[in-house]
């Protein structure tokens, strides 16, 4: 290690240089810039102009982070940053504080900069973690009927992200449209009912009118009594509910391990690129439909978890061409018949042949056409009686889907057909 003849503030071309260098994209470069531009402004303004790497000390991060909360540093608002906005600020200086450690210039270690957590919040203000999720649904007690059913409903609303409108509708022989987590809840739940009632949720109080259904208004009102008993915010309402655990999800942190953050960003730059390249989205008209879309919408975002998912072992990820999956000399003759990509024909004849092929190979006929899977649905699934179930997505689909199925999901297998030529492969 050796001290630096230039300052820190000189030290910047050479920095974004070695970005260059190690393949960062231009885009990242120039957020590390203007990143560090900050914290050079806030050096100017102490007099610290000519502070060298090694004479940087661990008081002066915390000025900078102080200075970072002033409340009139925002210019589009006149007001405070935003924890996201300070978070990037200290992201670019520990990846220069890297770049000194990679060099072996004296200077603190990017891990001396400890980052702000951020927290994600509804529109209404309220933010819920895992815990207070596990606390409401622990509020019920399940010792009876009405206890049972409303344990059922929040975990529904939290599991699936069903609307309230779309839970009241929901009836008895509703198993294949719920996520396997919630069937034990629900069938002991069942097993308590002694009417012949169609509707799934009724209402145990007031006037025995032949259409017991909950309506939206009881939900909302089981949804705000629970938050009472698991010391929640009173205003919690079921659309708070339903964004929460998919913002805990969305908040989780996965780590990369036994390599340094250049040769992650490089990885992780490459994976993106190569999802970008293979996976085909759902046209723009469909996405505002889906759950969150307007609260996640970033799809460079999704991209980059699903490759940090990748670069930490977290998941598996491959790819391979229809002849070398489908190894059957019948199956690839009819793979190279399929023609029009993305059409009704060529999406039930995709799907005829991963579900032949499943047949041949397997044995097995434990094949079901739009199972439920954690988020929405997949096109086909195969459940063995040993090994993992896999689940088929023919055509395009939606990254968020992909994402948190492929967080939430453990021990299962995703194949993604975009096209004639690729199948791609991920396995949790």
Not at 15 to 35: H, S
Not at 200 to 220: C, V
Not at 268 to 273: C, G, M, N, R, Y
Not at 315 to 340: M, P, T
Request: hydrophobic share 40%; proline share 4%.
């Amino acid at each position: 290690m050796y001290k630096a003849n230039k300052t820190i503030i000189e030290s910047l071309s050479n920095f974004i240089e070695y970005c260059r260098v190690e393949g960062l994209t231009l885009a990242t470069q120039e957020n590390y810039k203007g990143y560090l531009k900050k914290f050079f402004g806030w050096l100017r303004s102490e007099n610290l102009e000519n502070l060298f790497p090694h004479e940087l000390q661990e008081k002066h991060i915390v000025d900078y982070k102080k200075h970072l909360l002033s409340p009139t540093l925002n210019r589009k608002t006149g007001g405070s940053l935003s924890p996201n906005t300070q978070h990037y600020y200290l992201i670019a200086l520990r990846a220069l504080l890297g770049y000194f450690g990679v060099k072996s210039i004296v200077s603190l270690v990017p891990s001396r900069i400890t980052l702000p957590k951020v927290n994600k919040c509804l529109k209404n203000g309220i933010c819920l973690d895992s815990r207070s999720v596990d606390l409401i649904l622990d509020a019920p007690a399940t010792n009876n009927v009405i206890g049972l059913r409303d344990r059922v409903i929040l975990s529904i609303i939290i599991s699936t992200g069903f609307k309230v409108r779309r839970i009241c509708n929901l009836n008895k022989d509703c198993l294949n449209e719920l996520p396997e987590d919630i069937h034990p809840c629900l069938n002991k739940y069942l097993k308590e009912r002694v009417d012949d009632i169609e509707a799934l949720f009724i209402n145990y109080s007031g006037k025995k009118r032949a259409d017991r259904r909950l309506t939206p208004r009881s939900i909302e009102r089981i949804v705000k009594h629970y938050s009472e008993v698991a010391g929640l915010p009173k205003t919690l309402t079921p659309e708070a509910l339903r964004s929460a655990k998919i913002l805990s999800v969305w908040n989780e942190k996965v780590e990369i391990k036994n390599i340094s953050w250049i040769e992650a960003e490089n990885k992780i730059d490459e994976k993106i690129l190569w999802l970008n390249k293979n996976i085909s989205l759902l046209p723009d008209s469909y996405k505002s439909e889906a759950f969150l879309a307007t609260l996640i919408k970033c799809e460079n975002c999704i991209s980059r978890k699903i490759a940090i998912l990748i670069i930490s072992g977290r998941i598996k990820a491959s790819e391979s061409s229809l002849s070398d999956f489908f190894q059957n000399k019948h199956l690839i003759v009819s793979a190279n018949n399929i023609s029009g990509r993305h059409g009704a024909d060529w999406h039930k004849k995709m799907m005829t042949l991963m579900a032949n092929n499943f047949h041949i190979f397997i044995q097995k006929k434990n094949i079901v056409v739009e199972p439920i899977t954690n988020y929405g649905r997949a096109d086909l699934g195969y459940f063995p009686n040993i090994g993992k179930p896999i689940y088929v997505e023919v055509g395009t689909v939606s990254l968020f889907k992909v994402w948190y199925n492929l967080m939430t999901m453990k021990n299962c297998v995703f194949f993604l057909i975009p096209n004639d030529d690729i199948i791609i492969k991920f396995e949790t």
